[in-house]
């Protein structure tokens, strides 16, 4: 299967949006130990490792270089690393229960990303990629992302003597 190591504009200028937001998160991650403030936003409240998100940042770092590269097998790997990642955060908001929207920003990612793959693949690459990095990140949060302990709301709900 050819992969193009396309020169297109359009492509070129949606891998720096992507690579943009990579850095970003990038710093945001490895950061977070030193303020909190990731941790924070997301409502983390240890359900993950401690080293879990600067992992993910020194990832996400190499892969904003990645997109760059000249050799189109590491775009590619760029890119399921980038849907990986971005399935992954979409999965941890449902595991954490929070709110119904806030997979939505991590999803735009994935189709950008899914957008991408199409322009240097084709179309089946890039769904059936998608479905085994959202594969993947499901794998990944089972084992990393605790679930919210139940409030004692929660508990008030249950039939008694459960």
């Known amino acids: 299967l050819p992969i193009s190591s396309m020169n297109d504009p359009l492509e070129w200028a949606l891998r720096l949006v992507l ?8 710093i945001l991650d490895v ?3 030193c303020h909190g403030g990731k941790s924070y936003l997301l409502q983390v409240e240890d359900s ?4 879990f998100l600067p992992a993910i940042g020194i990832l996400r770092a190499v892969a904003a270089v990645e997109l760059f590269s000249d050799n189109p ?3 590619l790997g760029a890119l399921a690393y980038s849907s990986t990642v971005w399935c992954g955060a979409m999965y941890f908001h ?3 229960k929070h709110h119904p929207a806030a997979p939505v920003p991590a999803g735009l990612f994935v189709f950008l990303v899914a957008a991408l793959t199409t322009m240097r693949v ?3 690459v890039a769904l059936l990629g998608t479905m085994a990095c959202a594969v993947l990140a499901v794998v990944l949060g089972f084992i990393f992302v605790m679930p919210p302990q139940p409030s004692p709301r929660d508990a008030a709900l249950l039939p008694r003597g459960s």
Do not use: K
Not at 19 to 26: D, K, W
Not at 48 to 51: A, F, H, K, N, Y
């Open 73 to 75: 097998h590491a775009v």
């Open 122 to 124: 084709n179309l089946l």
């Open 48 to 51: 993950l490792p401690r080293w």
């Open 31 to 33: 950061t977070d130990p």
């Open 19 to 26: 690579a943009m937001a990579l850095v970003i998160h990038s």
């Open 94 to 96: 449902v595991r954490r």
